[in-house]
């Protein structure tokens, strides 16, 4: 028997949002390393927080385009 269906609505409490949303980001970094490595791609990962605060991933390769479309985008 498998794992029910987990309806996604916005958590009302901050202080419940922040710690989930610390959580999820970090086990989406980790994501993001495991498939670079795990299938020798290149990965960029750009996250905003709601105060705004960014926070990123890339692989060696993907840096440097990940700072020019940065830089396009800001």
């Known amino acids: ?22 959580k999820r980001r970090s086990g989406l970094l980790k994501k993001a390393h495991e498939i670079s490595v795990l299938c020798d791609a290149d990965v960029a990962l750009i996250i905003f927080s709601t105060k705004g605060k960014l926070c990123e991933f890339a692989t060696d390769a993907s840096y440097d385009s990940l700072s020019l479309s940065l830089s396009d985008f800001l």
């Not at 309806?7 to 989930?20: A, D, G, M, S, Y």
């Open 1 to 22: 028997m498998g794992r029910g269906r987990v309806t996604l609505k916005r958590i009302e409490n901050k202080i419940n949002r922040q710690v989930t949303f610390s």
